[in-house]
């Protein structure tokens, strides 16, 4: 059954899954306090289709998109989760959309034009991520990226309807709040080109670095090192951390309220950013050159963070220092005795 077109002041959001993990929609899933589809009805969001979450498949399903392609069905967002496979040989057969006899690519190219906005939603549909990992051996690409480089499956010239250029949720997964953020404010109206970033992503939260509010702060002014994960100093220059690079605000607003990859012990992998799933050496393990960490912080000229490093390393309370390579808090602050009345 074609489901009939609604009324105009509903946004019709259309969402594929290409090869992706999912992980995407899991992380929506836990959007707000809510849930994702409360949270869509609330800015008027209607979820014509999403292969997890709908009623429809097969036929139904396929006639839903078909529609969207026709135009029958108006078609104000397409959301891609996962990266196109191009392969093997530029054919996208590496991944059939089931039951069509088409391969995902074709339909994506297809739809695309079609809508007022193109949303990427996660790494892997924004700049090719894990399955552009290696030497990519099935061509997966991101929508309008491929890693760094302009020139995905959609190709660098592609807009949407709106004039926009994809706009790139990059994150893997991306924050739940980055997505309803996104298409609620696409629902809206309330995004142009001076809302996204060089690459795409909404600078609502690109703007930030996932650096920013961690709770290890005082370590790392301090550069207080832990040296395993269970350590509650600094990740950065033992164990990998690159949120002084990765735009995201993940240590602002906390995932699900209270959690966040720092939190948990995990260092930042900057997974906003293209390529970030080929780093240049182990995720948990800061690469350096003479002991200096090779990935410094986005705007601190080197010479800078070597003597700043020094100096704070020169002037390291003993709690900081012993609580950094402890698993809980062995030295409390230190506070004036209470005065007697
Ligand atoms: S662990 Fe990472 S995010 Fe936290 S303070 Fe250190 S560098 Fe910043
Ligand atoms: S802290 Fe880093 S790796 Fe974790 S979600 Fe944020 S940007 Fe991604």
Redesign the pocket.
Same mark, same amino acid.
């Given at each position: 059954m074609v489901a009939p077109s609604p009324p105009p002041d509903t946004y019709n959001v259309l969402w594929l899954q290409a090869a992706s993990c999912g992980g995407c929609t899991m992380a929506a899933l836990a959007a707000d306090d809510t849930g994702l589809l409360r949270s869509m009805a609330r800015f008027g969001i209607r979820l014509l289709w999403h292969p997890s979450l709908s009623e429809e498949s097969g036929a139904e399903a396929l006639a839903v998109l078909e529609d969207c392609a026709t135009g029958k069905l108006r078609l104000d967002c397409l959301c891609v989760e996962g990266s196109v496979l191009l392969g093997p040989n530029g054919s996208g057969r590496f991944q059939m959309l089931s039951g069509s006899g088409a391969p995902m690519k074709d339909w994506i190219a297809r739809l695309a034009p079609k809508a007022r906005h193109v949303v990427a939603v996660g790494s892997c549909a924004a700049f090719g991520g894990m399955p552009a990992a290696g030497h990519n051996p099935t061509d997966a690409r991101g929508l309008q990226y491929s890693g760094w480089d302009p020139g995905g499956a959609l190709g660098k010239a592609f807009r949407a309807g709106s004039g926009l250029p994809v706009v790139n949720i990059a994150g893997c997964a991306p924050h739940p709040g980055w997505m309803i953020e996104t298409l609620a404010a696409l629902a809206l109206g309330d995004v142009s080109a001076e809302h996204l970033d060089a690459l795409g992503r909404p600078r609502a939260y690109a703007d930030h670095l +996932?650096?920013h509010g %961690?709770?290890?702060?005082e370590?790392?002014e301090f550069k207080a090192s832990a040296a395993r994960p269970s350590d509650r100093g600094?990740?950065?220059e033992n164990l990998g %951390?690159r +949120? #002084?690079q990765a735009p995201g605000d993940c240590?602002i607003r906390r995932w699900n309220g209270y959690g966040s990859c #720092?939190d948990g012990g995990y260092?930042?992998i900057n997974c906003t950013s293209p390529a970030f799933e080929t780093p240049s050496g182990p995720f948990q393990e800061t690469a350096k050159v003479a002991g200096i960490p090779v990935g410094l912080p986005v705007d601190m000229p080197k010479a800078w963070f070597v003597a700043l490093a020094a100096l704070s390393k020169s002037a390291t309370p003993q709690r900081v220092r012993t609580n950094a390579h402890a698993d809980h808090v062995i030295v409390p602050p230190a506070r004036k005795p209470l005065k007697s009345p």
């Open positions: +996932a650096h %961690c709770g290890r702060n370590f790392y600094c990740l950065m %951390c +949120a #002084t240590n #720092t260092a930042c």
